[in-house]
């Protein structure tokens, strides 16, 4: 049975370690945050963003927060150990970044993937057996427009974290503590599929007909809806059943301009997370007999582009 619950809890009371490994839109604000909320966070990337970083610190646009520039610390690779890692690279460069954070590097830390898609949790765990890595998602619209810049254009930011372990219930404390409202489930596959069955259509039929959500709701409403249903097919055929009606709300509720962050990699000619969100999404389809003819259509058309 699945229990999801507010974990505010009472201050941490100590000062955290953090390293961030990839503090673009999406590590960039948590980065941010927990900088000014007091944490020691040092921003793990390639030498040109670490040169930024250390002259201009990182720059937070926020609807949410507001303004505000932390002045975190930046290298190449942690030089010490650290208590928490965040993977917040893209799926893309997920190989090629975690080259920068060797498993010696992290000392007793808990790891935390940020990222999209459902199938880097055990790609980590064989990576750092033995280590506690944690399922994670995050909810937020958030691009890092230069670097050392991020824009914050959503109205929230929420972080899921799965499992029953012990060690998440101070982690889910500092987060929310440093503005990032932090939830737990002790169903992990929940957890996982509950971001692809929103993020998938999203990002698919936004990136497919280079439309904001507001156009895709409207002009390719059929479309969705059929995508919607097939992802959450997907999803419950998995172990984490999802209600298409939900998320189509939360499609309509969004504001109308918002873009996914594929549309912004394919706008900036950037490589798309087509198979970390649209492939995961094929390939759990057909292990478990699934069909999603309206998933594939988008995929084939995408990857061929």
């Known amino acids: 049975m699945s229990t999801t619950s507010p974990l505010a809890g009472a201050p941490s009371g100590r000062r955290w370690n953090i390293a961030v490994l990839g503090p673009g839109g999406v ?30 610190g990182l720059r937070v646009r926020s609807r949410q927060f507001g303004d505000f520039t932390a002045h975190v610390e930046a290298d190449t690779e942690p030089r010490e150990p650290v208590d928490l890692c ?34 880097h949790l055990s790609v980590l ?25 991020v824009e914050h254009g959503s109205p929230f930011t929420e972080i899921t974290l799965g499992g029953d372990g012990e ?6 404390s500092t987060l929310t503590e440093a503005g990032v409202r ?23 039929l936004t990136t497919r007909y280079g439309l904001t959500v507001g156009g895709i709701r409207t002009e390719r409403r059929e479309e969705l809806t059929a995508l919607v249903e097939e ?21 309509d509720a969004s504001p109308a301009d918002n873009k996914s962050s594929m549309q912004h990699d ?20 057909e292990r478990h007999g ?4 309206v998933t594939a259509r988008p995929m084939g058309e995408l990857t061929a582009g």
């Open 266 to 285: 394919a706008e900036a000619g950037r490589p798309l997370e087509l198979d970390a969100i649209g492939g995961a999404v094929l390939r759990a389809a």
């Open 125 to 149: 765990r064989r990576r750092h057996s033995g280590r506690d890595v944690v399922a994670g998602t995050i909810r937020v619209a958030s691009t890092r427009t230069a670097p050392g810049v």
């Open 290 to 293: 699934v069909p999603v003819p």
């Open 182 to 204: 932090t939830t737990a489930s002790d169903d992990e596959t929940a957890v996982l599929w509950s971001k692809p069955a929103f993020l998938a259509p999203f990002a698919l």
């Open 231 to 251: 992802t959450a097919a997907v999803s419950g055929a998995c172990g984490a059943p999802a209600d298409p009606a939900r998320t189509l709300e939360m499609y």
């Open 27 to 56: 590590g960039g604000l948590p980065a941010g945050l927990l900088s000014r909320a007091g944490h020691r966070v040092v921003c793990v990337a390639g030498q040109d963003t670490v040169r930024t970083l250390r002259r201009d």
């Open 86 to 119: 965040l993977v917040t690279v893209k799926h893309t460069a997920l190989d090629a970044a975690l080259e920068r954070v060797p498993d010696r590097a992290l000392g007793d830390a808990l790891v935390l993937p940020l990222l999209n898609g459902v199938e």
């Open 167 to 172: 060690r998440p219930a101070p982690l889910a």
